[in-house]
């Protein structure tokens, strides 16, 4: 997150695993049609404070303490 405020998104990482067991299913027979569509389950929340100083902005304790990730 290059100079953003903000940043809510699907884990990447949690999504790479979800497909690999995609391809598992797969693999043993299952059709891909059959499959269902998953929707991603965990997101991240990452702040950027440098930004939010740059910007003359307060980030409340209580949204620091549910970040995910938080750039100093």
Do not use: W
Request: aromatic share 6%; no cysteine; glycine share 10%.
């Amino acid at each position: 997150m290059a100079g953003g405020l903000a940043s809510y998104a699907p884990d990447f990482a949690a999504g790479y695993r979800e497909a690999g067991q995609y391809a598992g299913r797969i693999l043993k027979g299952e059709k891909a049609g059959d499959l269902p569509v998953v929707q991603a389950s965990k997101f991240e929340l990452l702040l950027n404070l440098k930004t939010a100083k740059a910007l003359d902005l307060t980030i409340p304790p209580d949204v620091l303490s549910i970040a995910d990730d938080v750039i100093e």
